[in-house]
């Protein structure tokens, strides 16, 4: 199975192309230290939360992975509702400026921390409330430049409990 996707560059370019290995089992990451905020009010049932946060990458493979040593692209979130199910909170296109990333090499077993990962997701009211906390997982790709290739991984994060700030109607 070959996925495509396409990044949107700041400048306005868009690079369009399969990603290597997307056949593969992602790879896992531990989210630590997620930062939350919400966004300016919309006055709507919806509410929207931005988060950021660092990634421990695992490579569980038999073989040397190659990631972004500093970037990742997050083209969307998860939230488990109370039946134990995933639902998608948000699908987002991949923003970067064009950059020739160096890519970081990690060995079977190994790991590698990207430090500042953004993302987002929404919520719905119910009831006119939201909840304090939610989990999440995020599904992340890292893009990087070795030589003339530009490798990049499929990442998913393991669940992290998000707490949640108040969410404000002005």
């Given at each position: 199975?070959?996925?495509?996707?396409?990044?949107?560059?700041?400048?306005?370019?868009?690079?369009?192309?399969?990603?290597?290995?997307?056949?593969?089992?992602?790879?896992?990451?531990?989210?630590?230290?997620?930062?939350?905020?919400?966004?300016?009010?919309?006055?709507?049932?919806?509410?929207?939360?931005?988060?950021?946060?660092?990634?421990t990458v695992r490579n569980d493979r038999s073989t040397e992975i190659r990631v972004s040593s500093e970037w990742a692209c997050v083209p969307y979130a998860e939230l488990r509702l109370e039946s134990g199910d995933w639902?998608?909170?948000?699908?987002?296109?991949?923003?970067?400026?064009?950059?020739?990333?160096?890519?970081?090499?990690?060995?079977?077993?190994?790991?590698?921390?990207?430090?500042?990962?953004?993302?987002?997701?929404?919520?719905?009211?119910?009831?006119?409330?939201?909840?304090?906390?939610?989990?999440?997982?995020?599904?992340?790709?890292?893009?990087?430049?070795?030589?003339?290739?530009?490798?990049?991984?499929?990442?998913?994060?393991?669940?992290?409990?998000?707490?949640?700030?108040?969410?404000?109607?002005?």
């Amino acid at each position: 199975m070959i996925r495509t996707i396409t990044v949107l560059a700041a400048a306005g370019l868009s690079l369009h192309g399969q990603i290597p290995g997307a056949a593969r089992e992602p790879l896992r990451a531990a989210v630590r230290n997620p930062r939350v905020w919400q966004s300016v009010p919309s006055g709507g049932n919806r509410v929207t939360f931005f988060v950021n946060f660092e990634a421990t990458v695992r490579n569980d493979r038999s073989t040397e992975i190659r990631v972004s040593s500093e970037w990742a692209c997050v083209p969307y979130a998860e939230l488990r509702l109370e039946s134990g199910d995933w639902k998608k909170a948000l699908e987002a296109s991949c923003i970067s400026p064009v950059r020739d990333d160096p890519c970081f090499v990690v060995q079977p077993g190994g790991t590698h921390q990207l430090s500042n990962v953004d993302a987002s997701f929404f919520l719905e009211k119910f009831g006119g409330r939201i909840p304090s906390s939610v989990t999440a997982r995020f599904h992340l790709i890292t893009f990087c430049k070795d030589g003339k290739a530009f490798p990049s991984e499929e990442v998913v994060t393991e669940p992290v409990k998000i707490d949640l700030p108040a969410v404000s109607e002005k």
